[in-house]
Nanobody, 125 residues
Framework: VQLQASGGGLVQVGGSRLLSCVASGRNFNNYAMGWFRQTPGKEREFVAAITWNSLSYYQDSVKGRFTTSRDTTKNTAYLQLTSLKPEDTAVYYC????????????????????WGQGTQVTVSS
């Protein structure tokens, strides 16, 4: 079982970036897919999640700017980043959890069984 995150890079303030997370090794259609981010010296924090039935949840600071989606035919989850700010600079991780949880449980790292390797997003001013 493997999650491969990609799409990170250097982007200017106000720019956009599309992150992808390809799952392999099993069918992830019944999994919630989460996105977290981490900066040096800080704990990994919840950013967004999409449930098995495509309900989306977001951290308050990214609401209206980030959008999560999934393509079950490709076993892939996406996180569209827009209106990027310097404080969005981080390593972004995708994760998969075999759960039908909703709400706050999706913000917990322990909800997720599998993690990708992370992709760096750097927002420059």
């Amino acid at each position: 079982v493997q999650l491969q995150a990609s799409g990170g890079g250097l982007v200017q303030v106000g720019g956009s970036r599309l992150l992808s997370c390809v799952a392999s090794g099993r069918n992830f259609n019944n999994y919630a897919m989460g996105w977290f981010r981490q900066t040096p010296g800080k704990e990994r924090e919840f950013v967004a999640a999409i449930t098995w039935n495509s309900l989306s949840y977001y951290q308050d600071s990214v609401k209206g700017r980030f959008t999560t989606s999934r393509d079950t035919t490709k076993n892939t989850a996406y996180l569209q980043l827009t209106s990027l700010k310097p404080e969005d600079t981080a390593v972004y991780y995708c994760a998969a959890g075999h759960t039908r949880s909703t709400g706050d449980q999706l913000t917990w790292r322990t909800t997720y069984n599998y993690w990708g390797q992370g992709t760096q997003v750097t927002v420059s001013s």
